[in-house]
């Protein structure tokens, strides 16, 4: 029997997890059920889109289906289907909006499309029910780094972004530089733990406030590169927590001045890298400041469905739906991004 509360359907496909999920009132996971390929694109050193959309086509089905099963949700009961249009590889993301639009159509049910981004901020609200806006988000993806101040549930305010590379993104190729295993992010947080920063990379913060990750990766290579010319070998452990800090402590500095800047009493952090055991630790600081520190449960950092569904229950109340026309937008920003630094 359909209860009184919005059931939305979940479905992300934005680059190499097959996911989905059923949320209750945007804050109740039903259920969230996630299939990685990284076994599969470990092989290759990083994700390879063509073989991502080819495994997403397989698995989309088996996902939802086992979604709804472990929700003991059906799709008559559902009162809408969000899915994940941008940002991402552009086919891999094309396999979840036409897996979307089918059912919608197939269904009758509204169609809500979300932007991945925003689905990553919306993780908070999951692990933490009662949190409001307004507060300051530091977003921390494979493919975006900034600092977000949250307005409302639809506005955003993007006080600055990476100029070039990601955090993430900068985790994984320095951790490939090094030899570790794909994904590199959780590598070089396990390896970190074992060393000491004992070479001073550069601050990633530029001179107008934004973030460059490229400079620190070239400073890593350069100094592995020098080592094997003079024939000495360092400690992969203090390479690791050496270009950790340097990742780290620049959105840390930037975020505390944001801070400061703006009188926020709380602060979350969204993304991948959100799972960072230092950058973690770092954020916990802020709660001597007197502020909430809001981090989502690890499984929600990367990507999953759960933060899409959750992100989609305010469009679904404000009536923004989609309609077959829907396409993917890979390279799609958050609502209302404009220059500010």
């Known amino acids: 029997m359909k209860s009184n509360k919005t059931i939305l359907l979940g479905i992300e496909s934005s680059c ?43 698995a989309v089905d088996k996902v939802v289906k086992t979604a709804l099963a472990q929700a003991d949700v059906s799709l008559r009961e559902l009162d809408a289907i969000a899915v994940t249009y941008g940002a991402g590889l552009v086919g891999a993301l094309l396999v979840g909006v036409s897996y979307a639009k089918g059912l919608a159509q197939a269904t009758g049910k509204p169609l809500v499309a979300v932007n991945h981004i925003e689905g990553h901020i919306c993780a908070n609200y999951l692990t933490y029910p009662d949190l409001q806006p307004p507060y300051t988000c530091l977003l921390t993806s494979g493919g975006h780094t900034a600092i977000v101040n949250v307005l409302d549930y639809n506005n955003y305010d993007v006080v600055c972004s990476t100029v070039d590379d990601a955090v993430g993104e900068a985790f994984d190729k320095v951790a490939r530089v090094l030899g570790l295993p794909y994904p590199g992010g959780p590598q070089i947080d396990k390896l970190a733990e074992q060393g000491n920063a004992v070479y001073p990379f550069h601050s ?57 800047r703006n009188g926020a009493h709380t602060v979350a952090v969204a993304g991948g890298v959100g799972a960072n055991t230092y950058l973690r630790a770092r954020l916990r600081e802020f709660e001597s400041r007197g502020l909430r520190v809001c981090l989502p449960k690890l499984s929600l950092c990367g990507d999953n469905a759960a933060m899409i569904a959750s992100r989609g229950y305010r469009k679904y109340l404000n009536g923004e739906f989609a309609d077959l026309t829907l396409n993917a937008c890979p390279t799609l920003k958050l609502r209302g991004q404009k220059p500010h630094c």
């Open 16 to 58: 190499d997890e097959t996911a989905a999920a059923v949320v209750a009132d945007e804050r109740e996971i039903l259920s969230n059920v996630v299939l990685s390929q990284i076994d599969i694109h470990r092989l290759y050193g990083g994700v390879v889109p063509e073989i991502a959309s080819r495994n997403h086509v397989e």
């Open 204 to 260: 990633v913060v530029t001179v107008n406030g934004n973030f460059s990750y490229s400079g620190l990766k070239t400073a890593v290579i350069n100094l592995l590169h020098n080592a094997e010319q003079k024939g000495e070998t360092l400690s992969k452990a203090d390479v690791a927590a050496s270009f950790t800090k340097a990742a780290i402590d620049g959105l840390i500095e930037r975020l505390s001045e944001e801070l400061r």
